[in-house]
């Protein structure tokens, strides 16, 4: 595969990361229209953007992280394309909020096909001195597609209803999956010395046998858990306590923003790691505490643009951390075990940022917190906790750094 070959794959794969990002977070951009059409609760809100979702794609991002290890990647990631993509289509034809349940089961099920096997494809294809800014490049359409969703799902329900968005969001990924198993070639594995074929949970407990490991899983799951819930009740915050619902598709374009600083901070690691490669942690503790204080004063002011402006910056800041996360992690593994340590991964951040965050914000909003700042209070209650784990657990990953890493020959 020549470099303008695998360039198009990175961008391709970015592109699929993108429209998956779009199918998932098009519900907290319709929350409140969902809310409102089916007569449910701020807590079922946050179980259909949470638990439907998330725990379905964390239960099935071990096996399929197993399956990308052992099977063609390309199929898995165009398989997941085309079911995630049909059941953001019929969504749109929802009348109960039980049907809505059953497609997001559908959505997280697929969507977990997806970035084991394409980590496991980066991870062989480029050099560990530029994982840090690759995988930070297919990072970043997590964010185009957070701001798409904002962006094309806010106005397309506004224009018209949520039904609509649904099914106008979901369309792109039909179209694009066959073009993606034309276009992409499988690439050959790294195959290792002395190979050892163990179940797929003896070499888990195997991986959180490390120190690093387990407290980057900590870590980066206590990021995850603060950049989801923001994004899920996003636009609770400007609906219900600005009420300004004009900025909640506006909200989308921090979103390109973030695109940008993931690139960045994962550019930033690579340099970095040439002194110390224990320094790319780095990037994680900045991003659990440079959101902070923008969070702090835009969750309770009482202008709705500064609002808009100081949680658009926060979320720019401490959302940066995702290429680095996935990166790290790939340090500590083995070559057979790329995909299973990307399901693994994908596992934990799911169940603590999907799975925790946005229910735990919705009951404290309806059950613990009142007033016109309920929400506000919920979410920087969140933050707070989640930013102090992360730094303990960043700096505890570095001090193990070097007698857990694998070195590429092993």
């Known amino acids: 595969m020549n470099k303008r070959e695998v360039f198009g794959t ?3 794969f970015t592109l699929i990361y993108i429209l998956s990002f779009v199918d998932r977070q098009i519900v907290a951009v319709l929350g409140v229209q969902i809310r409102d059409s089916l007569l449910l609760s701020n807590f079922q809100i946050g179980l259909l953007y949470g638990p439907a979702f998330s725990f379905m794609y964390a239960l099935a991002g071990i096996p399929m992280g197993r399956l990308a290890d052992k099977i063609s ?3 898995m990631i165009c398989t997941g394309l085309f079911i995630w993509s049909f059941m953001t289509v019929i969504s749109g034809f929802a009348a109960s909020f039980t049907f809505l349940i059953t497609a997001r089961i559908f959505v997280g099920l697929s969507q977990a096909m997806l970035s084991p096997a394409v980590y496991s494809y980066m991870a062989d294809r480029f050099s560990e001195e530029k994982r840090g800014l690759i995988f930070s490049i297919y990072a970043s359409g997590i964010f185009i597609g957070v ?5 094309a799902g806010g106005a397309i329900s506004m224009q018209y209803d949520w039904r609509w968005a649904m099914i ?15 276009y992409v070639n499988e690439p050959e594995r790294v195959k290792p010395k002395n190979i050892c074929e163990n179940s797929a949970i003896a070499e888990i407990m195997a991986m959180l046998k490390k120190p690093s490991i387990r407290w980057h899983l900590i870590g980066f799951s206590s990021l995850a858990c603060i950049g989801y819930t923001l994004l899920a009740f996003a636009g609770n915050v400007f609906n219900d306590v600005f009420q300004s619902p004009h900025y909640i598709s506006q909200y989308g374009w921090f979103m390109f923003g973030v695109a940008g600083t993931v690139i960045l901070s994962g550019k930033t690691a690579d340099l970095l790691a040439k002194k ?10 900045i991003a659990a505490v440079g959101g902070v204080p923008f969070y702090m004063f835009g969750l309770f002011t009482s202008n709705p643009q500064t609002a808009f402006l100081c949680m658009g910056i926060g979320v720019m800041i401490s959302s940066s951390y995702n290429g680095v996360a996935a990166a790290l992690l790939q340090y500590f593994v083995k070559p ?9 991964y994908l596992f934990v951040i799911s169940i603590a940022g999907f799975g925790l965050g946005p229910p735990f914000a919705g009951w404290l909003t309806d059950s613990v917190f009142s007033g016109t700042y309920a929400v506000s209070y919920a979410l920087i209650s969140i933050i707070l906790v989640c930013a102090f784990i992360a730094v303990f657990a960043f700096l505890r990953a570095m001090k193990w750094y070097q007698s857990d890493v694998v070195k590429e020959t092993q």
């Open 147 to 151: 701001g798409l969703s904002f962006l």
């Open 73 to 75: 990647r390309k199929l």
């Open 10 to 12: 990175v961008i391709l």
């Open 336 to 344: 057979t075990q790329r995909a299973l340590a990307g399901g693994l």
């Open 276 to 285: 110390n490669p224990s320094r790319r942690f780095w990037m994680g503790i």
């Open 168 to 182: 106008a969001v979901g369309l792109p990924g039909l179209i694009l999956a066959p073009v993606v198993f034309w």
